[in-house]
């Protein structure tokens, strides 16, 4: 189980929870298990968000492995000028 | 992959210095081509015809007369691009207006012409039937219950239950941990203030400018100058129902973007255009255009609410944020609402914000979007909150700077990160040691920017003579092949005038993200990086096949292979001008290549220090001294990190003193030019000085993070300060031009006098 | 509207061309000579990036009609390097990195000469003065100014060693 804490607005979008317990060993698997638990984030996940694991932030690797005692932070899509 | 990040800063011998750029020379003799320069046979010229109104309804458009008229090969309206409602359905709105003209400068039609001339005189042929309705400009009038609402489809996101009355707040959003009552209860003063921005250009030198050409057979070129060609073929492919593989982009010089060109405008017309007159067709916005309908920044309102004990420990933030981004969502409120403490260590944080739309052109990305804003606010509480406690401004922020390990405002725990050292930079120079005259102010402001990396494709190709041709897929704004090129050189350990680098157009390269959020040097640095070392351990491969030896017995030293160690054998080194020689009898060319989306960008802080003095008679303000100290990670090419940092202040000076739309009470923007949207000159500034701070980023085999964004979040904030300190009146809204500056002081004298 | 027959020199050369009568300086330059190196910034004389030289006047030619180029004298950013060999400024804009897109440089460095051909050792101030009518967005002019400084000072010293 990972930890995953919801940054930004997210929390706005889960009833103010901001913080859940998901089974993942991948960013990927972590957003498909945070869709399932919160159902009302998955518009928003598959939107794009960007995921901060040990304050580095990714905002396209599914695939990135992340270790159960990892800090996650899933924070709003961002971009730049 | 974990990346090498074995190579050691002292142990460059490219990296860090300044070599000239290699598109120098064609850009100091005019050769040079931008958005503008290029032509093509049979060429027409586009125009687009712009909506009047800040908010009308477009009952219908007859562009008969127009069509007649002889010279004129194609006019399009919103009826030549399908409607959609998938996520490119704002840009499509945004690109030719549909059943309402939502700004001052909309496009409603464009022609195709054999002459500028004619295209225009057919503009004035095109009837279009407004019906107009009332506006709104104003971020906090647009919030009111009884405002024009702008989509009848639009309900608040963020708040439960959702609402069933449309209103122009697309989204509230909220986030904060800690107890701010209790930090503000903790605090021995509190500080708590309202602050306004308005809506600035990003003010590019180089309109929008493109070139289209589609064939009868369905394929298309695009020659346009962008930040993003990748995204403009992705974009323009998706609006007219083409293959993506049926467009070719090629992205021209560009003449600035600063954000404002990571999106489409005039380019899917253009292509319609050409599309239905068979004939390439030439669309370039006129300064008016580029101002009245390309992407200007958010205006905003934002209330701070600071705690601090009388040691100088911050012990609650809270900050409202109401940014307007014009007439569709997607103001960076987010953005700025995570940046706005960033800077600091904070137990307590609460943050509300609103994406609020407006009668205004469509928000584009301006160089760290959103975060200049809330600095100014924040930094600006900062700053009295250190007045009150009698503290110096650096000092304070020394205490409660964010540093590795520091848990940030916005979520994530912090890795090594600059702010500390940027501020001890600004402290120690000679500038804060400058004693001011009458009329003088000094300010302090500190700013965080994200940084981002993104999908990059490189690809390296070795020639037979021993020179290195580098394909980056990035659009180079500031300088940056010159960084690719020194990056290359230095891991093949060859001459940097040896490696020669071009921006590639979309069918020769894989796909690249837009040049944002700071992300050239980073990513596409680190993407040539590894193309580079693709490269080594191919020649390396070679060497040893020539050698007969095992691969892992050779070794890239210097610009040439060598055996490993004495085991290997006794061969003397293989230069790469030699194997590349070589390289057609021994199993063909040589290349190197990466595709990866590079993550791990790093953030930059940057500290920044001013000095003005502010006539009493007029209210104008003189720019007497500018520091910049930023972290910069490692600077590849120091010219162009200064560059960077120097452009950024000298933007964000112009935000602070100057620059403002302005509308009328008809919804019409009163200053679309240069004239009247004035952005600093020569004369307004002085030479700005600068720190290159070099805090390594892990994310990055030589330590770069992005620079090119932070250098605008501080000036707002430190001109303020500044501005503030030299007429001791807390200066809350910008532009803090001569007349509203004026303005404060004749209030002030006057309550003096009263008293 | 009927087109005019323009007779005038470019750079040294003979050119003559055809153009309205209400056409701009700047797109006679631009897209019947193709001599794109002066741009257009905005078209109402704010931006300086379409300065040339008209008779030794600094002028933006986005402000001059094409047919008052009639007999007259034009100098454009294209005939500033003799041959291969860059002038001064040209080179020391490169040395300073005082440009970043470069979309300004052409406008700043025929503004540039016209100031060092009137007065070889301008102060900071002068030279930021003289420079105020040509926007650059990229650089906030500090290595802009640098690199016309330096430029100032080798011509000087040139100009004694010769
Ligand atoms: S284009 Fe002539 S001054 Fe701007
Ligand atoms: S270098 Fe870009 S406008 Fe001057």
Redesign the pocket.
């Known amino acids: 189980m990972v930890q995953v804490r919801l940054g930004g607005s997210l929390q706005s979008y889960s009833g103010g929870r901001g913080s859940f317990e998901i089974e993942g060993a991948t960013i990927g698997q972590i957003l498909a298990g945070l869709g399932e638990a919160c159902p009302r984030l998955k518009p928003l996940l598959e939107q794009g968000v960007a995921v901060a694991v040990d304050g580095q932030i990714y905002r396209g690797s599914l695939l990135q492995p992340v270790r159960p005692d990892a800090e996650v932070f899933i924070l709003p899509k961002l971009a730049g000028g | 992959m974990p990346l090498d990040q074995s190579a050691k800063p002292n142990a460059f011998s490219k990296v860090g210095t300044r070599p000239l750029r290699p598109d120098g020379i064609d850009k100091v003799t005019g050769r040079a081509r931008f958005g503008a320069d290029m032509n093509a046979p049979g060429m027409l010229i586009g125009r687009v015809l712009r909506s009047p109104h800040a908010h009308a309804r477009i009952r219908s458009i007859d562009a008969s007369e127009a069509e007649a008229l002889p010279g004129v090969k194609a006019v399009v309206t919103a009826a030549d691009f399908p409607d959609r409602q998938d996520e490119f359905r704002d840009v499509l709105v945004n690109v030719m207006a549909r059943d309402k003209a939502l700004y001052d400068g909309h496009a409603v039609a464009a022609v195709a012409a054999t002459s500028a001339g004619i295209a225009r005189k057919a503009l004035s042929l095109i009837k279009v039937d407004y019906e107009v309705l009332p506006h709104v400009i104003d971020v906090e009038a647009a919030m009111l219950p009884d405002a024009p609402i702008l989509h009848d489809t639009m309900f608040t996101k963020g708040v439960e239950p959702t609402p069933t009355k449309p209103s122009n707040v697309a989204a509230r959003l909220e986030f904060g941990r800690g107890d701010v009552a209790a930090g503000f209860a903790e605090a021995d003063v509190v500080i708590e203030k309202t602050f306004r921005t308005e809506a600035t250009h990003q003010g ?3 309109p929008h400018a493109c070139l289209a050409s589609v064939g009868s057979d369905g394929q298309g070129e695009l020659w346009v100058c962008t930040q993003g060609h990748f995204m403009v073929r992705d974009t323009c492919a998706a609006l007219l129902g083409m293959d993506i593989s049926k467009l070719r982009v090629t992205a021209s010089e560009i ?2 973007g600063f954000g404002g060109k990571t999106t489409v405008f005039i380019e899917p017309v253009a292509l319609a255009l050409s599309r239905k007159a068979g004939r390439p067709v030439k669309l370039v916005m006129s300064r008016g255009e580029v101002f009245r309908a390309s992407g200007p920044t958010a205006s905003t309102s934002i209330r701070v609410k600071m705690g601090i004990r009388k040691d100088g420990r911050i012990t609650a933030g809270e900050a409202e944020l109401k940014y307007q981004g014009g007439a569709f969502p997607g103001s960076p409120v987010e953005m700025g609402a995570m940046s706005a403490f960033a800077c600091y260590e904070l137990e307590n944080v609460h943050v509300v914000g609103y994406d609020v739309v407006t009668n205004r052109p469509k928000q584009a990305a301006y160089r760290a979007p959103g975060a200049p804003m809330s600095a100014f606010a924040v930094e600006g509480v900062v700053n009295d909150l250190a007045e009150r406690i009698g503290m110096d401004p650096i000092d304070l922020r020394l205490k409660n700077a964010a540093k590795e390990g520091t848990r940030s405002a916005y979520g994530p725990t912090f890795g090594p990160i600059g702010l500390i050292e940027t501020l001890k930079a600004v402290k120690s120079h000679p500038h804060y040691k400058k004693k001011l005259g009458p009329n003088q102010g000094r300010g302090v402001a500190c700013g965080f920017w994200f940084n981002f990396g993104g999908q990059t494709c490189v690809s390296l190709n070795i020639n037979i003579d021993g020179t290195v041709a580098l394909a980056v897929g990035t659009p180079d ?2 300088g940056s092949r010159a960084s690719m090129c020194l990056m290359a050189a230095e891991e093949l350990g060859i001459p940097y005038d040896r490696v020669r680098a071009i921006i590639a157009d979309t069918s020769s390269l894989g796909f690249n993200d837009v040049t944002d959020g700071s992300r050239v040097t980073f990513a596409s640095g680190m993407a040539t990086i590894k193309a580079a070392r693709d490269a080594v351990q191919k020649l390396c491969a070679r060497a040893a096949a020539i050698w007969g030896i095992p691969e892992d017995a050779v070794v890239w030293e210097e610009g040439a292979a060598r055996p490993a160690g004495p085991n290997a054998g006794a061969f003397p080194p293989l230069t790469l001008r030699e194997i590349a020689a070589m390289a057609p009898k021994t199993g063909g060319p040589i290349a190197g290549h990466c595709e990866f989306n590079a993550e791990n960008a790093g953030p930059s802080f940057a500290s920044h220090l001013v000095d003005v003095e502010v006539d009493p008679e007029t209210g104008r303000t003189t720019v007497l001294r500018y520091l910049v100290a930023q972290d910069a990670g490692k600077a590849v090419h120091p010219a162009y990190v200064e560059g960077q940092f120097q ?1 950024g202040a000298a933007q964000g000076v112009g935000w602070a003193l100057n620059e403002e739309y302005i509308y009328g009470a008809d919804g019409r923007l009163q200053n679309p030019g240069f004239l009247d949207y004035r952005i600093p000159v020569a004369s307004d500034l002085p030479m700005i000085d600068t720190v290159i701070v070099e805090v390594p980023n892990p994310g990055h085999p030589y330590g770069v993070r992005g620079v090119g964004e932070t250098s605008i979040v501080p000036p707002l904030a430190a001109v303020a300060n500044a501005v503030s300190h030299a007429t001791g009146i807390r200066f809350t809204e910008l532009p803090m031009s001569p007349p509203r500056v004026l303005h404060a002081m004749d209030a002030r004298r006057m309550a003096q006098a009263a008293e | 509207m009927a087109a005019r027959h323009v007779r005038t020199t470019i750079n040294g050369d003979a050119v003559e061309f055809v153009c309205e009568a209400d056409e701009a300086l700047l797109d006679v330059l631009r897209d019947r000579l193709a001599l794109t190196g002066a741009k257009e ?1 905005c078209g109402t004389g704010d931006c300086g ?1 379409c300065s040339v030289m008209l008779d030794d006047r600094l002028v933006c030619s986005c402000l001059v009609l094409g047919v008052e180029a009639e007999g007259r004298k034009i100098e454009t950013i294209e005939g500033m390097a003799r041959g291969g060999e860059l002038h001064p400024l040209q080179r020391k804009f490169l040395e300073h990195a ?8 052409p406008g ?1 460095l025929v503004a540039a000469r016209a100031l060092l051909e009137r007065n070889p050792d301008p102060t900071e101030t002068e030279v930021r003065f003289w420079l105020a009518g040509n ?5 906030g002019y500090d290595k ?1 100014v640098r690199a016309v400084m330096d430029a100032a000072a080798e011509l000087r010293e040139g100009r004694h060693a010769a």
């Open positions: 590019y030198i180089e003449g600035g704004i500031g452009g | 910034g990036a005082a440009l970043q897109c470069g979309i300004c440089t700043f926007l650059c967005r990229c650089t802009i």
